[in-house]
């Protein structure tokens, strides 16, 4: 057994990850502490210490593995998933980047990658996007369209929501998940009374296209779960078939037939 | 028959069930009449004495059910339930705990327990919460980890919405039961232009993920409802092949395996 | 032929419904135009008459139908429902029932009655209520559960929508519905900081049950529609195993069993 | 091969295709460039003659593939679909008809026609929609019936939006969508208390629909996905008793009848 094997052996078992799943909650509590200014008055060494420590457990836990395990490390996504998020962390977070100290939460993400159940519930959800590209891209090219006649329409009336193309595509992405769209066509009406025909159009439009995104997710969902027993009986008559024109022929049905 | 049987057989039997369901009804009304001032200046002293006779009912039949079926009587979720529910009736009420005076109207919801086409649907429903809790648990650790991203990008800012990590979680609940998510992020971007990024991000991957909460939910209910049919098919073909393969071996089908 | 029959079967040809389809689309015109005053000044005169005409024309309708039917006539759900619409448009609408007077409109829900389409969609409808009784009642039950609690809670903040039961009711089916919840949550907030317990805890628990709600809607319509195959596959598999055994016995398959 | 066949050859090759998405995605990002004031004030000329190049494209391309399919062309859905949308850039746009200007972004839905796995997502959205015109004409209806008795209770309580049958149209639409239909009833209510019937039930009875609306879009789109197996195992076994019948006959199971 080399060294290689034994570190492939140590960072795989059980007790490595459980490590590791207490570490990654331990430091999701601690980030979660800081967010208090009271808890970081009295406890702010005690908390980056923790923070600390847990990237430094990280590191080493990804280094071994990616000894361990070498190039066949990146081909597991997952694995470049801990990869980035932990990578992330090590960035110099000064200046301009200070944003990026916020991101050192997403590690806690990383429950993600070491849950088994979890890990399944997100590959389900990750396998059903390729489904979806065409029906995302037509929504896309919907919000574009939309955004483009909805400023050269509504822009002159000096609305805050429609004064460039980017505050119109937000304000139609908006008005798609139902939520205050009808304030916003109100305010455009006062001065432009048709400007309704828009967004009754847009909003027909945008919700049958978004329902049947919808439909296509469940429908793919269903697929892969359900038409297993129709395809298995649908294997059992076709057999069936076979023996019975065996046996019209005269010949004694085999028994590795009648079992495939 | 001894004293317990006999109890047992009254405390059971269909009389005593009716009964109780109408005790639950009368109960019900009182304590929503004693939520209108008009009525408890009028009738306040009958209210009191039926919510009190009411519970002295659930009491009395709650101890012979127990005298009844012992042990057992505890292995029966329902049975707890009711158990509960009485039993918090029974707490001293005074000071700090007035709360709890708000809670006898939960015995209302015993109404479920003995009424069976309420129970078959309330049973249906917790079977279906097991198959759910790791969606379950990636929506609370996405809740986290963007309360705790969105608390550190946007306390500054002074809102009140985001002033400590549990009002920053509140906030995200409202923004993925997608209420009012527009206004939160307007006032942000007077001070924070940028913080429409976090918002269209969270409402997606958040969006997202409870849509496929969903279909697992659709998925689950359709399986248990709709795979019998199938199920009975798939043995009926290949209790016929089995059949098959004893005729073409020369035997006489016995009708006991035709007939299984 | 009698009267009777004669004239049931003008009243039930293609050219009376016809002609019944379109006095309901011209009463239906005329009822709205009558909500426009300019329109009412220029030709009230007209619309009214049209109204009277349209009027008189299903009481006659009716009245011939109940002749050519007799008692036959009320077994029809359809034809107690033209009956009552029409019946509604004969009462007096002065004084306290000007009200009624504005229900002329429903004259034109004939139309569902009248156009086959429409009334299958509706049948569909009102066929699904029935295996909804139960999470319907429990979602009352929830409703009013759940309003004799936030009154209690609530009602000495002041709030308007916690001002009485009836009240209380009306908002928390508003926020079953979803529509300003966290304006309600937040206004109380400001009084009781714990408000949101409540909150959250509705919010989860009534739309955990409109979920099932829901899907058992969606389940109860795919079973009628998809598991009839599967019910004829069944049959004839059945069919099939019968055969083989009289096969077996020796017996010819008799014509009458092969083609059940 | 004719000049005909010739340019067919051209037109509908990959390459020609290739240039045109390209045209349309270029036409499309200077569409949008022309929204902001600074790249117009920089760039205006340039804007403009990708604006013109691109249709003068367009032009000759549908010119082209008219002439190479003659009378064909017509009978094809999407070639009209580009026909119209092209059509409309060549309108002239001064005075009241610059509304035509906004809609040359339009022909970015070209993209749509060109790119053959979105050109199947709207196909199937498209062919959704015939099976769900009685649904939408039911809430056609049931919209107008609501509108006429809505605006004759409301209309003289002032508010705005009931002052009209197009407003109060509108306003339905609105709450049919659920958005923000608390505040139109609350703010009614102050001078007519009783209104939350009216919302109660338009609600209930708009939803119910609704949701049957898209419980009949999913039915369709399970039902052409999922009966094919069923109607398989469904005929297989058929044919197998069929074979049966003609065994016990003394036949012996002809090859074709035992492949169908």
């Known amino acids: ?7 492939a052996e140590v960072v795989d078992g059980k007790r490595c990850q459980r490590l590791i799943i207490a570490v990654i909650v331990v430091n999701a509590v601690a980030l979660g502490c800081e967010t208090s200014p009271t808890l970081v008055a009295g ?10 420590i847990a990237l430094a457990v990280f590191v080493v836990e990804l280094a071994a ?33 200070s944003v990026v100290r916020s991101l050192r939460i997403l590690r806690a993400l990383r429950l993600v990658s070491m849950v088994p159940s979890m890990r399944r519930v997100v590959s389900a959800l990750v396998r059903s996007v390729p489904g979806l590209l065409s029906l995302t ?6 919000l574009y369209v939309g955004a483009v006649i909805a400023h050269n329409l509504f822009a002159r009336a000096g609305d805050e929501r429609f004064a460039d193309l980017g505050a119109t595509i937000l304000t139609l992405f908006q008005i798609t998940t139902g939520d205050g ?7 455009l009406m006062v001065q432009q009374p048709l400007a309704w025909i828009f967004f009754v159009c847009y909003l027909l439009v945008g919700t049958f296209t978004m329902l049947n995104l919808f439909i296509a997710v469940v429908c793919s969902a269903m697929e892969s779960d359900s038409d297993a027993p129709d ?3 649908l294997k059992e008559v076709q057999a069936l078939r076979e023996e019975l024109r065996l046996l019209s022929a005269g010949a004694r049905i085999p028994e590795h037939v009648s079992r495939n």
Do not use: C, I, K, Y
């Open 231 to 233: 395809q298995r009986v």
């Open 137 to 142: 891209g037509l929504l896309l090219l919907l």
């Open 43 to 52: 406890f702010g060494g005690l908390l980056a210490a923790v923070d600390h």
């Open 65 to 97: 593995r990616l000894f361990a395990h070498r190039a066949r490390f990146f081909r597991d996504p997952w694995n470049l998933f801990d990869f980035v998020v932990v990578g992330v962390s090590l960035l110099p977070a000064a200046g301009p980047l």
């Open 181 to 187: 769209w009808s304030d916003v066509m109100r305010d």
């Open 1 to 7: 057994m080399t060294v290689r094997e034994r570190v």
